[in-house]
């Protein structure tokens, strides 16, 4: 027995030492997997993880292969106003107000009256400046086989006379059918005998993350492509009321304005419009007008040569959160009125100061660049339905618009008027006959500039023209409008404020009372 034990007992020894192995590894093992269960428990509970099946192109050269000959250069020649030397930094007199008052006798005075204004020998009665002209360039893009082509507004703009490159080097006369300022965007028409490539835009809006060429003239190169992706829609850019821009990070650079850009069915998704760059240079940040914005500008500048807008006569600003509140709306939206303006369609149809415009035509207006947008999509004369909040609850009004001209759709009050509601009031109040100062409301005689009407910039001077709705005339007025807010349960009240002959809307909280 003892040879047996002897025989086998470093051998059972060792199969234990293994099988003890075996188990800690497996132990490991285990411990390992309830760990990576213990930190990613959410993973136990999908079925199946995201998976994507598309597969990026290889390549992009069918697609420019088949649009770039619709692509062309737009060389723009402008004239160009001379300089005029100023001395005295605010006349535009030249050397001519420098020398004036000059002690007689003094050097200075005889070279003068020798060489002129310009250094030149005085000859007599001033020659008229013979004109000057300069060169710019830009991109642009056939959308009709006769030859019509679309460019930005500021890549035409003060131009006399237009020349079109082809991508295959051919040069062509343009004339200009019309431009609109307020989206950037022109149309040219060249006449030839000939038939051009053209392209279409796109129906459908890009998605985000979808690929985009551009095709363009960079630093007057001509026929450049790159390619990126849609890195963002719905970008507002502060380049005009109707900013709805596409944000790209193909790059772009000067040059490249007026260019298209395209999907990969050769579609034009927008028009490159402008470049985010603190250097000048492409940082991967561009962004172009949207196909949908420019198809209906551009059927316009081609009828009549001009676009025709709605007009609703208004100044807007953006409804927050503390403004909702001070409303009763269930939350920040549409776009409030802070101001109708004098015999404009919307003071004619009944709307006032403090409606609150929840939709247009049963589109819903998240903001005030909604409202600006809806309302120039409509022609003039147009009968519109306006869903707007007054007095608690909503009510339907017709608006028939007038023509948008030189006026704007809709001011929109700056930003640093739609801040956080007040902590506090901190303002010292007066009548507006006791503040020396014509009209009604009550004025602000004082301002705590450390406090949060300061934060609000509310400045002496600035005038309450309402209070919760209701027209005040007094201090006590004031106080008695706050007062009622919160007993009606209200956590703000809404201020009316007139400031610069411009009228706003501040929130103020009720523990201010």
Do not use: C
Request: aromatic content about 6%.
């Amino acid at each position: 027995m003892q040879d047996q034990d002897t025989q086998f007992g470093p051998k059972k020894s060792a199969a234990r030492r293994r099988a003890g192995l075996m188990a800690g590894v497996m132990a490991l093992g285990l411990a390992g997997a309830l760990t990576a269960q213990t930190l990613v428990p959410s993973q136990m509970a999908l079925a199946d993880p995201v998976r994507v099946d598309a597969q990026a192109p290889a390549d992009f050269s069918s697609v420019v292969e088949a649009v770039q000959p619709a692509v062309v250069s737009v060389r723009v020649k402008q004239e160009v106003q001379p300089r005029m030397m100023n001395f005295g930094g605010g006349s535009q007199g030249g050397m001519e107000d420098f020398f004036k008052g000059m002690p007689e006798g003094h050097p200075l005075e005889r070279f003068f009256r020798q060489f002129g204004e310009r250094g030149q020998p005085n000859r007599g009665p001033q020659q008229e400046r013979p004109r000057q002209f300069g060169m710019s360039q830009g991109s642009g893009f056939f959308i009709t086989e006769d030859g019509y082509l679309v460019t930005n507004h500021h890549v035409i703009d003060k131009g006399t006379e237009f020349t079109v490159i082809t991508d295959d080097g051919k040069e062509y006369n343009a004339k200009l059918i019309g431009a609109d300022q307020r989206t950037d965007l022109a149309l040219l028409k060249v006449d030839a005998d000939e038939d051009f490539t053209y392209v279409k835009f796109a129906d459908d809006a890009p998605s985000v993350g979808e690929w985009v060429v551009a095709i363009g003239n960079p630093f007057g190169l001509g026929g450049s492509v790159t390619a990126g992706i849609v890195s963002a829609r719905g970008r507002d850019i502060g380049a005009g009321p109707y900013d709805d821009f596409i944000q790209i990070d193909a790059p772009v650079n000067r040059g490249n304005s007026g260019g298209p850009a395209f999907n990969m069915n050769g579609e034009v998704i927008g028009v490159n419009a402008a470049i985010f760059s603190p250097s000048g240079g492409n940082v991967g940040i561009a962004f172009a007008i949207p196909a949908s914005t420019a198809t209906n500008v551009i059927v316009d500048l081609k009828d009549g040569g001009q676009v025709v807008r709605g007009w609703l006569g208004v100044q807007i600003q953006a409804v927050t959160d503390d403004i909702a509140e001070s409303l009763g709306l269930d939350e920040a939206r549409g776009a409030i009125i802070a101001d109708p303006q004098d015999g404009g369609p919307a003071e004619q149809a009944g709307l006032q100061a403090g409606d609150t415009i929840l939709a247009v035509g049963g589109t819903q207006v998240d903001g005030p660049r909604d409202l600006s947008r809806l309302i120039a999509g409509y022609s003039p004369d147009s009968k519109v339905d306006l869903t707007i909040w007054r007095n608690g609850k909503e009510e339907s009004i017709d608006v028939t618009l007038g023509r948008l001209e030189d006026q704007q759709a809709s001011a929109t009050v700056p930003a640093e008027a739609q801040e956080t509601a007040l902590a506090d009031l901190g303002l010292s109040l007066s009548t507006a006959r006791q503040a020396g100062v014509e009209g009604d409301g009550v004025v602000i005689t004082e301002v705590d500039p450390s406090g949060p009407a300061g934060a609000k910039r509310l400045v002496a001077g600035d005038r309450i023209l309402e209070v919760a709705g209701q027209q005040v005339s007094t201090p006590q007025d004031v106080e008695n409008a706050i007062r009622k807010a919160e007993k009606d349960g209200r956590k703000a009240v809404l201020l009316r404020i007139e400031s610069n002959q411009t009228t706003r809307f501040v929130a103020l909280p009720m523990n201010v009372a």
